[in-house]
């Protein structure tokens, strides 16, 4: 009677550590998720160069409706009083080496052009784990956007369309 006793012990406890170690991996994941971001702006671009994954971020300070998160992170990284009325976007861009880690170290510029051609040449500033920039985009229409990032002495030129509505 012991022993059958002693075996069924054996296996509650077992599934107790099993189900333990099951919920624990689940509660590891929660900072995987790619729903949620720490990441500043909404999600406008991404794309691959060189095995680089870019993902590119933007936000209208104008916009009431801005998350306090970000309104936090952007006071931090620099002062918005004055270039709030002049430039009013914020563009980041989130870069990921070929090992899936953020490349925290670099340089990062910003070219946007209008769709008269009219250049706005920005360097981007680290911040909250990518690099950032504000810039005016107030106008209607499409920009083009082209970021040089250098990593060392890797070179990097990624090129989009984004249009403001």
């Known amino acids: ?3 059958p006793m002693k075996l069924l012990m054996s296996v509650l406890v077992l599934s ?3 189900a333990g170690s099951v ?3 689940d509660s590891d994941m929660k900072g995987h998720d790619m729903g949620k971001s720490d990441k ?13 994954m870019l993902s590119y971020h933007f936000m209208d300070l104008r916009d009431k409706k801005t998350d306090e998160k970000d309104k936090k992170a952007m006071d ?6 004055k ?3 002049d430039k009013p976007h914020h563009l980041m861009v989130y870069i990921m080496d070929k090992n899936h880690k953020a490349v925290l170290k670099g340089k990062v510029g910003f070219m946007i052009k209008n769709d008269k051609g009219d250049a706005q040449k920005e360097m981007g500033m680290f911040m909250s784990k990518g690099f950032g920039t504000t810039a005016d ?5 499409v920009y083009t956007i082209t970021t040089k990032i250098v990593l060392g002495d ?10 403001m509505k």
């Open 1 to 3: 009677m012991k022993k």
């Open 16 to 18: 107790f550590f099993c």
């Open 23 to 25: 919920f624990a991996t």
């Open 40 to 52: 500043i702006g909404d999600l406008i671009h991404e794309s691959v160069v060189d095995g680089y």
């Open 76 to 81: 931090a990284s620099h002062n918005m009083a």
């Open 83 to 85: 270039k709030e009325m």
């Open 137 to 141: 985009m107030k106008k209607k229409g």
């Open 154 to 163: 890797k070179k990097l030129m990624d090129k989009f369309d984004y249009e």
